[in-house]
């Protein structure tokens, strides 16, 4: 059975939601002030390989990023180059889905931008005010009253004497009136953008943002809320302690958090000019190199960025690569064919992913299988193929190995260009036979696709496709 490491309990809990409910799962998503970065790559990688898995396993899932796009920063840094905030975000998100498409990241169910959703934040503010959670300060500002919600603290490990409840709690903070945080700042500078309220002009603070996003879109539960490290105090905590003191029976059971990105040991930050953007990484190496890179550490440790790691996984990958290189597909194998060696690869595979998603474990495994898929090579053909058919699903299932060996590993060759023609007819073609309901033929043209290095998704709307490789 799979577990999965909890924040809020610090403890690997068993996953045992029935495989017929939806899984709701929200992650924080990008503050659309610059680029995407390293960190932002690594963070929605991380979910992406989480809703891959559990979707393998059968769930259906049901996944929400948000997309901040009003704050300080935004606003700073649109008045800097003379744009106007709109146009400024709208150019940010453009460039965002541009990155997070190359990396072949899932696409949210939905991707609500915050100032689409004011009057949800307005009326979460609202009921907050009314149930006296909030107050109004003399200068207009909405701020939470953290005393009045007694678990705060409670998900960060910092409450006192909740010691018995919460045997995990290793740090007892006394929380006061200074802890205060804001839900809505009034409007003081006449160029900044606000909206009207019962209370005044002004915008929302970053944490209310989050909380009025859940509540609309879930309706008692989020199965699992991520993001980043850094976001689990204050901003976790707060946004908990809004859900809770807005619906009191809103349950969040799961709280995955992902490991820091650190450079040379240091944090990514502007004053030190050590920003690694993630379109950079994108034009020197291949896209599965980059989530082979990340997969390499376990998402909860923190990753120590250096291109000698990124270096040393593109050599894997093209090892993996060259291993597949010649395998024929092998059509109807019967179901005990060398059942024994395909299982014990097999069963480390889920061993592993069942572990709190040990990803480092499974890549070695890749590299295992691979290894032995060269070994019997010219002894047992029929065994090769096979166990390179196993090889592909087990890295499908990562999202990676989606291409054909050749076009990765000479990637330059004319003969392997993707003609830009024949990926839409193809994409019109299984579009129709799906509209036709002629699922196998559909999936005959998603097959095809892959070899070339396209991959589909359907959403709830329509379907999209994205180039494995640029
Ligand atoms: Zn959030």
Redesign the pocket.
Known sequence: MLKIFNTLTKKKEPFKFLYTEIINI?V??VTVYDLCHIGHARTFLVFDIIIRYLEHIGYKIFYVR?ITDIDDKIIYKANNQKESINLFVDRMIKLMHEDFLRLNLKIPDYEPRVTEYMIDIISSINILLKKEYAYIKNNGDVLFSINKYKNYGFLSHRLKNYGSNNPASCCSVDFNHSNDFVLWKSHTNNSDPFWKTPWGPGRPG??I??SAIINKFFKNRVNIHG?GID?LFP??EN?IAQLKSLNRSFSVPFWIHVGMVVIDNQKMSKSLSNTVFIRDLLEKYDSEIIRYYILLTHYRHPLSFTEKKLYLSKNILTKIYTSLLNCTMVCSIPDDYEIKTRNLFKNQFYAAMNDDFNTPKVCLLLQKLSKYINKIKQKNILLSNVLAQDLIYFGNILGLLYQDPKQFLFPNHKQHKIDIFIIKKLVHMRHIYRLDKKWHLADIIRKKLLTLGVVIEDNRINSTYTFTKK
Request: aromatic share 16%; net charge negative; with cysteine.
């Open positions: 929200y924080c998503g948000n970053w944490h943002e989050c993001g976001l901003h976790h946004e």
